[in-house]
């Protein structure tokens, strides 16, 4: 009598990433989180202790409207700074974006989070402006690499063990 064969189960897909507008001057990003709700991905980019976990290794924040921040990447020399332009728990933060090492590139990037149709969460990420010039359209290209990487990442991130708010955070090396 031959055995039938389990048909192997695919895992639900966790996280999918779409680029939504095609337009050059800006990106827009829609990144669904169908395990995390709203408030787990809204706490991942304002609570330094869980942003160091997926994007930048330190990150100095001072999180409210008209506050700045500081995240670095040591190993590669990148510091990323900016001011918080709006802080509206747990749906929305935007804030400026300046490379210390791209002075002159200074952009706008907007986080909103929203429930998502069948659970969990849908993430848009929107940035620009970007000139159409050559570096416009590479830096362009360069964010939208660089959030191709990072924004799964995360999804990895484990729930916070306390619920304390800090300022500052750094990975440990």
């Given amino acids: 009598m ?14 999918k990433l779409t680029l939504v507008s095609p337009e050059p001057s800006f990106l827009l990003l829609r990144a669904d989180y169908l395990r995390l709700g709203p408030e787990a991905v809204f706490d ?7 942003l160091i976990r997926w994007w930048p290794p330190e990150a100095d924040m001072d999180l409210r409207v008209g ?3 500081r995240f670095c990447w040591p190993e590669a020399g990148w510091e990323l700074e ?6 509206l728990p747990p749906k929305e933060v ?8 791209e002075p002159a590139l200074v952009c706008v990037v907007k986080v909103t989070v929203e429930p998502g149709a069948v659970g969990g969460t849908t993430l ?19 964010h939208l690499n660089g959030w191709t990487f990072f924004l799964p990442r995360l999804l990895g991130v484990p729930p916070p063990s306390q619920p304390a708010r800090t300022r500052r955070a750094a990975a440990p090396h």
């Avoid at 935007?94 to 090492?101: D, E, V």
């Fill in 124 to 142: 848009f990420v929107r940035q620009g402006p970007y000139s159409d010039s050559p570096a416009g359209v590479e830096q362009r290209l360069d």
């Fill in 82 to 87: 900016g001011e918080y332009l709006s802080l």
């Fill in 67 to 69: 506050g700045h921040y």
């Fill in 94 to 101: 935007a804030f400026s974006w300046r490379w210390k090492h």
């Fill in 2 to 15: 031959a055995r039938k064969q389990a048909t192997p189960r695919t895992p639900r897909q966790e996280f």
């Fill in 44 to 50: 991942r980019w304002t609570r330094p202790e869980l």
